[in-house]
């Protein structure tokens, strides 16, 4: 009974094939219905994911999405799937579900999600029962490699970043002016080219600055989000993505100090979401 499941964030989405014989993975570009259409989901997932699956016949589709947050994306992304695989049945849900059935199954916790994005829940083992809003990229998403990003262009242009780091960043990207704002000009695609810089800070994470704006990032958002769900204290918190992960000894000292209860860390949600489907 072969089932496919998907992690869709802003900048990729992975898919796993399931079935008792076998078991395969693979990528596709980002499938956010704030960013696409119908239409532009169908494409995408015609060209870069059915060619692979070479003819296996799908049962079951279950689907987390970062935007499918509302019935009316979560209709978006159905439709593109359904003209698909017409004869599965499809199951579509906001990535943040997919996250806290990853970290908890079907135990209550705070789950977060820190990539690209950053979002969080308070899950009580079957459903999201509170929500603080991330505000996405241009009014939060804090802790995301988006907001960290943001704030290294920020401190290179004004003049903060010490020198050694300075030149390196020149090394390892392109810091011309007039590529970032071209690149900040693209609509859809801005959060995804500020992103794209995090990585650096993940390369120089033992530098002093760049600890600071790791530190306050991440700061921010536990005291901030995460400390404003009730009864905070009394639920680990566990935590999905690139960002978190690579970051988790950070991350864990911070919610030690703000008297919090450090759970799971994981890059990426699928493991423990094929786990859930199949248990």
């Known amino acids: 009974m072969p089932f496919l499941i998907a992690d869709s964030g802003a900048t990729k989405t992975k898919w796993c094939l399931e079935s008792e014989n076998f078991s395969d993975s693979y990528y596709t570009e980002g499938l956010n219905p704030y960013y696409h259409t119908t239409a532009s989901i169908s494409a995408v997932i015609n060209a870069e994911l059915v060619p692979k699956l070479d003819g296996v016949h799908i049962d079951e589709v279950y689907f987390y999405g970062a935007g499918c947050d ?3 994306k979560k209709q978006t992304v159905y439709k593109s799937l359904n003209a698909i695989f017409p004869d599965a049945p499809i199951d579509v849900e906001h990535d943040l579900l997919g996250a806290a059935r990853a970290c908890f199954f079907d135990e209550p916790g705070i789950a977060c999600i820190l990539g690209t994005g950053s979002n969080s829940c308070l899950y009580d ?5 509170e929500h603080v809003p991330s505000l996405a990229f241009i009014l939060g998403d804090e802790g995301s490699a988006g907001y960290f990003g943001k704030k290294l262009i920020n401190s290179y242009f004004r003049f903060e970043l010490p020198g050694k780091l300075k030149k390196e960043l020149e090394k390892s990207y392109n810091m011309d002016l007039d590529h970032i704002m071209d690149g900040v000009s693209e609509g859809a695609q801005i959060s995804r080219f500020v992103a794209s810089y995090a990585k650096f800070l993940g390369d120089h994470s ?3 600055f760049v600890k600071k704006i790791l530190c306050e990032g991440f700061t921010s958002f536990i005291s ?26 950070v991350i864990k000292e911070i919610l030690q100090e703000e008297g919090l209860k450090s759970g799971t860390f994981s890059r990426n949600p699928l493991d423990r979401l094929i786990t859930y489907h199949t248990s």
């Open 70 to 72: 509302n019935p009316v």
């Open 125 to 129: 083992g079957e459903k999201i029962v």
């Open 206 to 208: 033992n530098h002093s």
């Open 224 to 249: 901030r989000i995460i400390k404003n769900y009730t009864s905070a204290g009394s639920y680990k918190v566990s935590f999905v993505g690139s960002v978190a992960y690579a970051h988790q000894n």
